[in-house]
Nanobody, 120 residues
Framework: VQLQASGGGLVQTGGSLRLSCVAS????????KAWFRQAPGNQRELVAR???????NYTDSVKGRFTISKDNAKNTVYLQMNSLKPEDTAVYYC???????WGKGYYDYWGQGTLVTVSS
C-alpha cells in the first residue's frame, strides 16, 4: 500500500491550499483517514481526521479554517486549508488505516509528506 500526498506549496497569509492523498495497492478497506503536520523542531501533530462513516474532528487551531473530506471511490482524502497563517507552515502527512486482507486488522500507512509554507 502506498499513500501519495500532493498539493503543498508556498502561499501568502490568508491564502488557500488543497492537499490530496491517494492510496493505492492491495486495499480491501480503508477506515480512518487523517492529516498530520510537523513543523521544524516540533512533534508531529494530528490536524484532522475523517472516520469511515464520515464524522470528522480537528485540532483546535484549524477549526473553521480547514476541512477534511474524502472520495471513497478514489481512495483519496483531501484537506482544504483556508485563511492560512504562518504558524500553519509544516510538512503535512496523510495517514490511513488500511485492511489488506479479509478478516485481518487495520494497519497504519503514511504518505511521504508535502511541504506547506505560509509567508507573512
Amino acid at each position: 500500500v502506498q499513500l501519495q500526498a500532493s498539493g503543498g506549496g508556498l502561499v501568502q497569509t490568508g491564502g488557500s491550499l488543497r492537499l490530496s492523498c491517494v492510496a493505492s495497492g492491495r486495499i480491501i478497506r480503508i477506515s480512518t483517514k487523517a492529516w498530520f503536520r510537523q513543523a521544524p523542531g516540533n512533534q508531529r501533530e494530528l490536524v484532522a481526521r475523517i472516520f469511515r462513516g464520515g464524522d470528522t474532528n480537528y485540532t483546535d487551531s484549524v477549526k473553521g479554517r480547514f476541512t477534511i473530506s474524502k472520495d471513497n471511490a478514489k481512495n483519496t482524502v483531501y484537506l482544504q486549508m483556508n485563511s492560512l497563517k504562518p504558524e500553519d507552515t509544516a510538512v503535512y502527512y496523510c495517514k490511513a488505516d488500511v485492511a489488506t486482507e479479509w478478516g485481518k486488522g487495520y494497519y497504519d500507512y503514511w504518505g511521504q509528506g508535502t511541504l506547506v509554507t505560509v509567508s507573512s
